[in-house]
């Protein structure tokens, strides 16, 4: 049975909305999910940032986290979470209706940056009277979200969670991400002016991502076919066939392509000098976690954070599932989460 805070609410503004990269967005919406109440002084508050493809209902992603009692405690935090930006859940993206055309955006919908994505949450921010951060979250491209986040407003975080992500993105990515876009783009139905554009591209797409996401031994494990006579039919390529259908059910090629281009422009240092030096400028006391078998971010990549984040403790976890372990090992997440949470 879902809690009423499970239900997602909606922020919009009708004043024009300056994207990084000089174009505007004439309206903007945000979809959102509270848990918690925010207290009188307004800074109470846990705030997640998703990743690629996730909703801003946390609890379903991020399970056994958010609620009374648990480390993301309901009963002492206002929780928040909001869809990000170019995504198809609700908060304004190529799926959105262009107020100046009538029409959906689809593939005309303007190029955005992770930074976008930050300015366009800092409204809800205000909005919400939120006037401090207790503890920024995140994996992954929600990982992009919060170091951008500290960095922009140093003021405005205590604590910062970084699981499975960067300072940058890396060439392997940046490649990873190019060949999911050439899948959708090779797709006949692209650029058709339709919400199905493109969706067997996104299922080769997707098929490409889990190839990062999982590890050598998770597929090994789970995946591996013990009849010794079998020449087909084979239970990795059932396994990656299904998680494309799985996402092109509920995604857009459209938003996919869109917020992969958004993972390309992460980093940290444009425009900001050199990039040791804009991490030393983070002050929130922050906890760095990898994932040892993550092969789309390395642990090296969480080691540098650490090193450079003055107030950084670095922690990694022993896990099969690579990059998708900060979705699949909530216990241990939760257990070092909590005891540097509220040492």
Partial sequence: MKDM??????FSSKQPFALETGAVLPELTIAYH?????NEGGDNVIWVCHALTANSNAREWWPNLIGPGLVFDTN???VVCANILGSCYGTTGPSSINPETGQPYFYSFPFITIRDMVNAHDLL???????KIHLLAG???GGYQVLEWAVKAPALCEHLFLITTSARE???????????????????TWKEGRESDGLNGLKVARAIGMLTYRSYDSFVKTQTDHNNEKVDGFMASSYIQYQGEKLANRFTAHSYWHLSKALDSHNLAR????????????????LVMGIESDLLCPVK???FLAEQIPSAQLITIGSLYGHDGFLVETAAISQHLSQWLYA
């Avoid at 805070?5 to 909606?10: A, G, L, S, Y």
């Avoid at 490649?175 to 999911?180: D, K, L, P």
């Fill in 301 to 303: 990549e969480l080691v």
């Fill in 125 to 131: 921010r205000k909005h919400l009277g939120i006037q």
């Fill in 170 to 188: 890396s060439a392997w990515g940046i490649a990873i991400h190019t060949a999911q876009r050439m899948a959708i783009e090779t797709d006949s």
């Fill in 139 to 141: 994996g992954s491209m």
């Fill in 76 to 78: 002492r935090y206002f």
């Fill in 34 to 38: 509270t848990w918690g109440q925010l």
């Fill in 5 to 10: 805070h499970d239900r997602v609410k909606t």
């Fill in 271 to 286: 425009g900001r000098g050199e990039m040791n030096e804009v991490l030393k400028s983070i002050s929130a006391k922050t």
